[in-house]
């Protein structure tokens, strides 16, 4: 069973920097499309942040991108999401995913909070 652990998370105050880390447990080039969600206490579901998929530029939702920068590194198996110029707003839990392929289920990590202080 694959898994995906995220660290990284933590408290920060605004304006401030944080990296997230996604380590996959077998060849991440396996996930030819991963990103990064986030969910905020009382929605029941996740908002997309940004896609990286094998091969091609980063995508972004619009309310982070010039902040946020995606990346992998399949020699490490791990995805990364560096945030910069965090706002209150981007307080959340944020989980990584990976498809096999596009459309194909995604498979999740269990999340790692990230909060920023006004």
């Known amino acids: 069973q694959v898994q995906l652990v995220e660290s990284g998370g933590g408290l920060v105050q605004a304006g401030g920097a944080l990296r997230l880390s996604c380590v996959v447990s077998m060849n991440i080039a396996n996930f030819k499309v991963m990103g990064w969600y986030r969910q905020t206490p009382g929605r029941s579901t996740r908002e997309w942040v940004a896609t990286v998929a094998d091969g091609e530029a980063a995508d972004y939702a619009d309310a982070v991108k010039d902040r946020f920068t995606a990346y992998r590194d399949n020699a490490k198996s791990a995805l990364y999401l560096q945030m910069n110029s965090l706002k209150p707003e981007d307080t959340a839990v944020y989980f990584c995913?990976?498809?096999?392929?596009?459309?194909?289920?995604?498979?999740w990590g269990q999340g790692t909070q990230v909060t920023v202080s006004s």
């Open positions: 995913a990976g498809q096999t392929f596009k459309n194909a289920p995604r498979y």
